[in-house]
């Protein structure tokens, strides 16, 4: 029997409409569009509409993948959801999902690994294809970050944007030519007092006082988790090449997590990539977490920057600490 790979065969992405830009964020905090932009890259992001969470943003890049590949979501078979900002504790983000698209043969859980949330659901998700257990899986990333940022705190409340993709795996029997051929994923649980969110969880119950103390926001070390960020994101991205075999030049587009252009500048650096060898949008977006490598993915399809028998790289890096590298051979497309 030929050996399965998992395909990336269709994908969507949504990103809420209202837009709050670095001009908007100088009357609400003391910062300027140019600190935010030399720092960061970003110069705007969408923030959601009051009632729209996670799961809404899901269902839409569902929506927008149907446009483009239909697909009947009763022929899919499990659902995983890569956030830290689900609607709810529980039930899942995935079983929102479920009942909100109609996927009434599919089962699914939600993935918490912060920045490295999408490559964590994409890996686990694999693994199921390959094995030949399911053949439909939908694998979200999808982070309402607006929902945790305190926009009195100039230290974070720049950073962050919302926004939701989704990716459709398959199975391709090509005996291995295509799909997702070899990743590293990684985590340090010593960076867990560099980002975090205190507030709500078992440890820290929601009360009065974690209100007042602002316990229910992110927090960031900001320059301890750049430093960490650039080192493993760049070294975990080397690993991955060198052990197929690959430099910089077999790339035909890298996608990173979008948290800091100049962390993005320093993997590239590393790599010896050219700029047109990388997808860059956080100018547009900021981080949105678990949503940032399959928008980006999104983006770069629609631009025209990847084609059949193309080499893929995903690589992020996030709260946890969590990171990792992904390698894809793109093909097997759904028709449209
Ligand atoms: O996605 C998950 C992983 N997260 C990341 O990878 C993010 C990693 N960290 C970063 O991207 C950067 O550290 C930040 C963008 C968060 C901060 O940039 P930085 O160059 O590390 O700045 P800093 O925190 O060292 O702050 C430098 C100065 C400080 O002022 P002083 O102490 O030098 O007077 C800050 O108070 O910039 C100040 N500052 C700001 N000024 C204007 C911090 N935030 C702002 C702001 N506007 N929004």
């Known amino acids: 029997m030929s050996k399965k790979r998992a395909v990336i065969s269709a994908f969507g992405k949504y990103a809420p409409k209202r837009v709050l830009t670095n001009s908007d964020l100088e009357k609400m905090v003391d910062t300027t569009d140019a600190w935010i932009r030399t720092r960061t ?21 569902f929506a927008d993948m149907q446009k483009r590949f239909p697909i009947d979501p009763e ?11 689900p609607d709810m504790f529980f039930p899942s983000t995935a079983a929102l999902i479920q009942n ?20 964590y659901a994409l890996v686990i998700a694999t693994q199921f294809i390959e094995n030949g257990q399911y053949k439909k899986i939908l694998v979200f990333g999808a982070d309402t970050m607006s929902s945790i940022a305190d926009y009195t705190n100039r230290d974070t409340c ?10 459709l795996l398959e199975a391709a029997d090509d005996n291995g030519t295509s799909g997702i051929f070899d990743h590293i994923l ?19 119950p929601a009360t009065h006082e974690t209100v007042d103390q602002k316990m229910h926001y992110v927090y ?23 052990r197929n075999s690959l430099t910089g030049k077999d790339i035909a587009i890298f996608i990173p997590h979008q948290a800091n252009k100049r962390i993005i500048d320093a993997c590239v650096d590393r790599m010896n990539l050219k700029p047109e060898q990388v997808l860059l949008n956080i100018d547009r977006y900021g981080n949105t977490t678990s949503a940032t490598i399959p928008i980006g993915l999104v983006e770069s399809y629609d631009d025209g920057r990847i084609k059949e028998g193309d080499i893929v790289l995903f690589s992020a890096f996030g709260a946890g600490f969590t990171w990792g590298s992904i390698l894809i051979r793109w093909g097997h497309l759904r028709h449209a």
């Not at 110069?43 to 890049?61: C, L, N, P, W, Y």
């Not at 950073?159 to 939701?164: E, N, Q, T, V």
């Not at 301890?224 to 975990?236: D, E, G, I, L």
């Open 186 to 204: 990684k985590m340090d649980g010593a960076g867990k007092d560099f980002l975090y969110m205190l507030g709500g969880g078992s440890l820290h």
């Open 100 to 119: 909100g698209i109609g996927a009434k043969s599919a089962f699914g859980f939600d993935v918490s690994a912060a920045c490295s949330g999408f490559l």
């Open 75 to 85: 022929e899919i078979d499990l659902i995983v959801v890569a956030t830290v900002t």
């Open 41 to 61: 890259g970003i110069v705007e992001r969408h923030i959601v509409a009051e009632g729209e969470a996670t799961s809404q943003m899901s269902i839409q890049a």
């Open 220 to 242: 960031q070390e900001g320059k301890t988790v750049f430093k960490f960020a650039v080192s493993r994101m760049a070294a975990v991205s080397e690993e991955l090449l060198n």
């Open 158 to 167: 720049v950073l962050f944007g919302d926004g939701a993709g989704v990716v």
